[in-house]
């Protein structure tokens, strides 16, 4: 079956720089969202859309933004990037199914600023 | 708001015995709940979850979750543990409540060790 796909696996970037990630999600999954963890934290919700829409805004820096595109998939902008900006960067894409919301995730992109 | 916690940093049980990881949460109305793991630089796979019905969930590799609503728990737990069991846990909790968002919250994590 089809997971959600992030790229790039790994990113290093210096400080300043920019850095964009990209999520594709599960097809005909209606909702992505975006998580940041940090080194030994938990996940920390940042974004979500809704059909392309914002659908909830977490603690992302003003720094970042993030859009979902027609193909639903998603791209999380990072500019002016910070030693503290490296973490573990996760999507996940969620639908109703019935049964409830089932969220599946990305393996994530593991960002390192330098 | 929502929230999620889980007591325990590490919890620590040998091969071949029961295990439990505890999770308890907070919630406006009823709550969605996930248990996730996540291996060293790996992403989170989801393990099980409660919507609704039968309080006793069962799920991948053997574990299951009871959901204790006077409680508010949700543990996970094994009847016999592996090695290969020794991960990141995570639960996560999403409010019930039509029109609070759907994104999932996590508690901050327990690290599972099995020994032999």
């Known amino acids: 079956a089809a997971g959600v796909i992030q790229s790039p696996r790994h990113l290093i970037k210096e400080k300043r720089e920019t850095a964009t990630l990209k999520c594709y999600p599960i097809p005909r999954h209606d909702t992505v969202y975006w998580y940041q963890q940090g080194p030994g934290q938990d996940p920390q919700f940042l974004i979500s859309f809704y059909e392309k829409m914002q659908s909830d805004k977490g603690s992302i820096p003003d720094r970042f933004s993030a859009q979902q595109f027609s193909d639903y998939h998603s791209e999380l902008n990072m500019s002016s990037l910070e030693l503290g900006d490296s973490a573990l960067y996760f999507c996940?894409?969620?639908?109703?199914?019935?049964?409830?919301?089932?969220?599946?995730f990305g393996s994530g992109t593991r960002l390192t600023v330098v | 708001a929502q929230s999620v916690a889980q007591p325990e940093d590490q919890v620590n049980v040998a091969e071949g015995n029961p295990l439990t990881v505890k999770c308890t949460y907070s919630v406006s109305g009823n709550p969605y709940l996930f248990w996730y793991v996540q291996y060293p630089n790996r992403g989170l796979q989801f393990l099980l979850k409660y919507i609704t019905g039968d309080n006793l969930v069962k799920g991948s590799y053997g574990f299951e979750a009871e959901f204790n609503k006077s409680q508010t728990s949700f543990h996970l737990k094994k009847p016999s543990a592996l090695v290969s069991d020794s991960a990141l846990y995570f639960c996560?909790?999403?409010?019930?409540?039509?029109?609070?968002?759907?994104?999932?919250?996590f508690g901050t994590g327990t690290q599972l060790k099995v020994e032999l």
């Open positions: 996560a909790v999403r409010d019930g409540v039509t029109g609070g968002g759907n994104k999932l919250t």
């Open positions: 996940a894409s969620s639908t109703w199914t019935g049964g409830g919301y089932g969220y599946t």
